[in-house]
């Protein structure tokens, strides 16, 4: 089945700063890509995702990106602010295109 | 709030008991999940429904069962055939290959 795989599993950055987080998958198939945040004590929330008919996505100062050939897709901040703190997971639709499956998260603390 | 419901918030179990999770949804989404959640794990998938009456095992279903009597339900029992069923267990709804809408999330303990 499908494998999603996510780095780096913790990230500390000062304020302002960049943040990336990458993601790997399994399935050449998949073709949708989200992105989500969960803050402590919240339930998961989508702020960007991707589907493989693109390139590459923005939406303020977040945006991802996609290579369907390396299988990999990746989360990029700028200008990060103390409130980005959180748990951001990716994920992508398995093989039949019926569930997604998530990677471990990568918690993200912002300085400031 | 989102739509979709889960109850309850924090649950307590004993060793050996049948426990059975709530999850609503009023988003008329064909499709529901349920994940748990473990530090340092991410989401890992139990079960999920594509359609009433029809679902199908994720990657860590041994110990739960589900069933999909109505569109707007998806309780998931978890037996004590589940070695370790201490976690967060989170449940989702979505329209296919589109945004997934998650409730607030049970806390499960076993006590």
């Known amino acids: 089945g499908e494998n999603v795989e996510q780095h780096p599993s913790t990230l500390s950055v000062q304020e302002g700063d960049s943040a990336v987080i990458k993601c790997t998958y399994s399935?050449?198939?998949?073709?949708?890509f989200p992105w989500y945040k969960q803050e402590l004590g919240k339930r998961p929330q989508l702020i960007i995702d991707?589907?493989?008919?693109?390139g590459e996505k923005k939406d303020q100062r977040i945006a991802v990106t996609l290579n369907k050939t390396a299988k990999h897709f990746s989360l990029h901040i700028t200008e990060t602010q103390p409130e980005d703190s959180a748990v951001y997971f990716c994920?992508?639709?398995?093989?039949?295109?019926?569930?997604?499956?998530f990677g471990k998260g990568t918690t993200l603390s912002v300085s400031s | 709030d989102g739509g979709i419901t889960q109850s309850p918030k924090y649950l307590f179990r004993k060793e050996g008991q049948n426990v059975t999770l709530s999850c609503e949804q009023n988003?008329?989404?064909?499709?529901m999940y349920w994940y748990r959640q473990d530090p340092g794990q991410g989401l890992r998938l139990i079960y999920y429904s594509q359609i009433v009456n029809d679902f199908q095992k994720g990657d860590i279903a041994e110990g739960y069962s589900v069933s999909r009597e109505k569109k707007e339900s998806f309780p998931l029992t978890v037996t004590s055939a589940q070695k370790n069923p201490t976690a967060f267990y989170l449940c989702?709804?979505?329209?296919?290959?589109?945004?997934?809408?998650f409730g607030q999330g049970t806390r499960l303990t076993v006590v």
């Open positions: 989702a709804s979505d329209l296919r290959g589109t945004e997934a809408f």
């Open positions: 994920a992508a639709l398995n093989q039949a295109g019926t569930a997604l499956i």
């Open positions: 991707i589907r493989s008919n693109v």
């Open positions: 399935d050449s198939a998949s073709n949708y």
């Open positions: 988003l008329n989404h064909d499709a």
